[in-house]
């Protein structure tokens, strides 16, 4: 399904499952998309850092697009990252994401490399010139090292090389000041960039991004409550603040699953992705938990700690 | 004015006006306090980084508070930063300020030192256990270059070494899950520290913070635009958030005068310290907008963007 | 050649021509291979970061590394960089290395994700099992943003995972400590792992290095001047320290070349890449001085600079 | 004594050790003071980050900076540091170093603020023009977060605003390009500034430093082990570089005791500072090992280690 101008509402980055061997587990990855189509969301982002998309070789990352575009078939728009250090590489697979069907692409800044804003801005450029899909732009310095600035974002913007922002930078006042850079909530439609959508990536400011004029969200914990996320965006579009507050401060208690494992034993990327896999395992959408090697993988207190939060925040566990 | 519990509304960090010769200049800063009160702030934050404390000898810091609390004369609550690298350092400023009239103090963790999260809490501890004042933490890693983990707050809430927390940490989800983790929105009030107080520093994402439940804000542009703020304050207090936001974007606007000085020339913090002050003296409100040596000044080019910035604010300048 | 162990000496990290469209000239990259082991250079590196790998797509790796293989036909060692995210896709860029004649794989931690210590422990494990050449760990935070720690890389030197380290974190201390757990200089032969390699990839302290007792040095400088990293080398092994000092203070003057584009410009790293290239250029060993898109290419007065700073060092341009 | 230009040779940041209650220990560091200038050491360096000065009130500094000048008597030059974190509160540290006798001052660039590379210039130009004492700028990025350029040290040492850096940044080649730009190792005498003074703060490069030129060396480690570092400095001297070397390489085994501390428990920071005061304890020049509140103290067994270590690198204990 083409991407609207601009693409709204909530978007999750769809958690790649894996067998006992390390392959994509298609059957469950095809579960996972309905588990979020059911739940209501307007969109997916496959082959995102959720989707452990650093960990799959080129391969696995068609399986995944793959069975992902076939069965959203249509009823979605499906975005693809193309994530890798440097244009000519990210190139190689939009192209590859474009003739798997994907509907628009999603692009960091060059990493491993380091690179001047004006480079940065080349790139997007270049990508957005070779293949002929809606790029977005995912701002995302915990893995990259470097921030995209409002004034770089509002100027692709402007100019239609970015259909898009994705901003998991968590830096909320950049966010800011870019949304009212655009117009504000009243003049974005009449700003410099009408058709230009701003996701955010922050699970736990939702509330906040919708009342400042987003355009929705892309949460990771969006995989275990699709429709929680679903629930907050419908009462912030009818106006009802304190009830996406309140939403907002449920799926925060659920969202401390990200810690379940311990601290000392294994980094936090490991312990939130495993944590929401586990999850995923818990309430009967994925077969097997695992998570891309060399990952360290939670163990029996941490995943038995990640079924009390789901009960806590009222989902309901089978295993 | 003794601290409420929990300590609400707006409470600016009061620059300190300079004259010429780099000396506090207490009659400009006598009369930036009636300005400030004047807007209807609910309380003010001397002696911050707003404030230029890193700059000021002990002497000045003297000079500065005293004045804030003599022509304050209990109208609101004054709160003082004791800003120094650790302890006893620390320790030496709070008996001076409580000594002067101080309402409350304001620390940082230590810095320049490297110090684990349990030296930290000792810190904390012992600064309360010393000096009889309501203590809060101030949140500052651009500063200090550690973060406050919610956990530690919580903790320094619960057993009642801290009366609340002023977070400049720009990390809005850090600051989500602290708040929920003290009882949420309607939870707080009979949560493990009713009376604490949450104050957020970033004067871009007000109207977010309080919609979480934050209970106020610390808004280094509100030196210049104080009934800003406290309208915005209003607005959210009575639940009418979309006016909140509009006033939050006016403001956003507002604050891109901290980028009037060119960053190849100076660093962003002269830059906004320095458009703060020259907003003050086009406003009429201090006599001379120099900061503390050794900060480059803003050039007649950065001053004038910042007279325009402020007349698009709907702001009346004199000179 | 099979790597010998310890591989010692001169291994420069090789520079990979292009064309002016961008594509790995094969013709200059010959070119420069003679130029290196006419300088008497020990072994070689390529696909590291001074060739720009982050740059080359699967398929100009292929060539850049099959080109290396054919020209140096086995003259001295060749190691290839298997630069990628995680395990998994470094896996296939080592069996591909492999295929093409590579003697060494060079491999750094995993990047982009966030990796605890004992993933990246896992990660050498799984790369040095799974594919049968030695592996050398190209310790790189500056790209991978994490840091080798002397413990961890004293582990896998000892169990036989790798069979020597690039050390390019510019942590002189910390390479001194390893060195010393290793047997300090006459302690190596009979330490915990005799055959292991230390190789810096600091180009400014090859003759301390040497002196702490590394076995040689990745000098990305060395493309421009290897026969001056050979007599650093042959005056280190001689004992006359001295005149190693010597060189290196010449070698020091000469990598200010690096600095030639201008700072506010350009990235860092693309005014040394494109330094180094120019210098090759000048020197009449490639044809074109590109770097690879999206990096800014010098400008004229840049190159005019490089070309000063070659005649300062006593080298013949020749353009 | 006056500083001689440029100052050379051993010259250890003092440690300050505290008796039980947390104050400074007159006795036991005029007993120190007698145990380094016993080791043969060339100067003293008193109130920086090894001794704690960050953690002492302005009244303990004094007592500490007191009690090194009468202890010293004119033996050796007594360098204070002037810690605070910009111009005018270091200038009331450098009036009272002078006051106190003082034969140099060692100051860093301003911390806790964000400084703008030009105003770190001024900052150092205001406090010599102040005050009429021999100043050295102290770079230390773990501490204040900004690296002092070679660029702007060359130009503060050639117009003698600075007689000297005491260089901890870790960045030996950053430290190799200032000592060429400087003239090298036989022109930095006919070079722009012939009397400026470069020193190293990293106690395990020690012999690196002096062969490329370094006029000496502040090693923490120096406080237990003086002698050694002064046959370090008198190898060097006499060109018996692998001697220099062998030094080197036992007092980096001596050093593992920075570590005794547990990491999980404390920080880096405690367990160096602890590690040199235990070890001092152990060898009968201080009383008691204490750091300053609210560093987390070493344990038993950390303190057996510390024992271990100083008796494996042929150190007497008499605890």
Not at 12 to 32: F, H, I, M
Not at 66 to 92: F, N, Q, S, Y
Not at 217 to 241: F, I, Q
Request: glycine fraction near 12%; charge should be negative.
């Amino acid at each position: 399904m083409p991407v609207t101008a601009p693409l709204s509402g909530i978007v999750p980055p769809v958690c790649t499952p894996l067998d006992s061997a390390g392959e994509v587990d298609t059957a469950s990855l095809s579960r996972l998309v309905e588990h979020l189509l059911g739940g209501g969301v307007h969109g997916l982002f496959t082959l995102g850092s959720t989707s452990e998309v650093a960990y799959l070789t080129d391969r696995q990352r068609g399986t995944a697009l793959k069975t992902v575009v076939e069965t959203v078939g249509g009823r979605v728009p499906v975005l693809a990252g193309v994530i890798d250090t440097t244009t000519h590489r990210v190139l190689d697979h939009a192209r590859e994401a474009e003739k798997l069907g994907a509907d628009g692409l999603v692009a960091t800044a060059p990493f491993y490399t380091r690179t001047h804003l004006r480079e940065t801005a080349g790139h997007f450029r270049r990508v957005r010139d070779r293949v002929d899909l809606p790029l977005f732009a995912y701002d995302l310095p915990v893995s990259v090292h470097s921030k995209l600035s409002p004034a770089l974002v509002r100027e692709l913007a402007a100019d239609g090389t970015l259909a898009g922002l994705k901003d998991s930078s968590g830096d909320e006042g950049s966010l800011r000041r870019l949304l009212v850079e655009l117009g504000g909530r009243e003049g974005r439609a009449t700003g410099c960039a009408p058709g230009f959508s701003v996701l955010t990536g922050s699970e736990l400011t939702v509330d906040a991004a919708l009342l400042a004029g987003a355009d929705g969200v892309v949460p990771g914990l969006g995989n275990v409550d699709p429709a929680g996320y679903v629930r907050l965006w419908e009462a912030a579009r009818s106006g009802d603040w304190l009830l996406a507050a309140k939403e907002q401060e449920r799926l925060t208690s659920l969202f401390a699953l990200v810690e379940a494992g311990p601290e000392a034993d294994m980094g936090r990327s490991s312990s939130a992705l495993g944590a929401f896999k586990a999850a995923l395992r818990l309430l009967g959408v994925i077969e097997c938990g695992d998570t891309a090697f060399p990952q360290i993988p939670l163990d029996a207190t941490a995943i038995a700690e990640v079924g009390a939060r789901l009960r806590d925040a009222g989902l309901t566990t089978v295993r």
